[in-house]
């Protein structure tokens, strides 16, 4: 029988993580056409609706239901707008370990959204899931990813050579592939405790069956 996740949602002070609606569709289509996210990921350019609604509908919901992970979109408690998505993916149930990918939207950036975020994620994985490790890969220079695995308190454990195919403008405005390497970040439940991670103590909320 295949593991798989609960459909739940996760509060914490400033955020709901929560599953992806089709009413998210306008907001997700827009944060995928950033700039970063084209650059930094490999989603369809241009990414057109179509294929925010595939994803949110179909994809996502796949994920979960197969065991290979769970997606969560991240809109703020106040207001509901969509800051961005945490997805935990490449799940191992036997190891009971995962990685981490995560997109924030343009305007919410710089608010601490994406760490408040993944760790709030990381903690219900560690204490209610029982997982005993968190992987993060970032490319090279994606130093914004790379700050986000620090403040949440990840170790850094090496470089995966050439193992990623990231994007770059060229002189006529279009998008070209360029290889890049890979830092490999490791969080494991017992740096949670405290100390280098500064938000280590931050709290969250899990709600199963947030329908």
Not at 9 to 18: A, H, K, P, Q, Y
Not at 38 to 46: E, Q, R, Y
Not at 176 to 197: A, H, K, M, N, Q
């Amino acid at each position: 029988m295949t593991s798989i996740f609960p459909e739940i949602s996760i509060t914490t002070e400033r955020l709901v993580l929560r599953p992806l609606d089709e009413t998210d569709v306008p907001e997700f289509t827009e944060m995928m056409n950033d700039e970063l996210v084209t650059a930094w990921t490999s989603v369809p350019v241009p990414y057109t609706e179509d294929d925010a609604r595939d994803w949110i509908t179909r994809q996502a919901p796949g994920e979960r239901s197969a065991g290979r992970g769970i997606v969560f979109a991240v809109t703020e408690f106040l207001t509901q707008r969509l800051v961005g998505t945490v997805h935990l993916r490449g799940v191992d149930w036997r190891v009971r370990s995962a990685e981490a990918a995560y997109v924030i939207a343009p305007w919410a950036r710089g608010e601490g959204y994406a760490a408040e975020s993944v760790l709030a994620a990381t903690q219900w994985l560690f204490l209610d899931r029982k997982f005993e490790r968190l992987e993060i890969r970032t490319a090279a220079d994606n130093t914004a990813s790379q700050q986000v695995a620090q403040k949440i308190g990840c170790v850094s454990e090496g470089v995966l050579r050439n193992a990623w195919i990231a994007r770059t403008r060229t002189e006529d405005g279009s998008w070209t592939d360029i290889r890049t390497d890979l830092i490999v970040w490791s969080l494991l439940p017992e740096d949670l405790d405290g100390p280098p991670g500064e938000m280590a103590g931050a709290g969250y909320a899990s709600h199963p069956e947030w329908r």
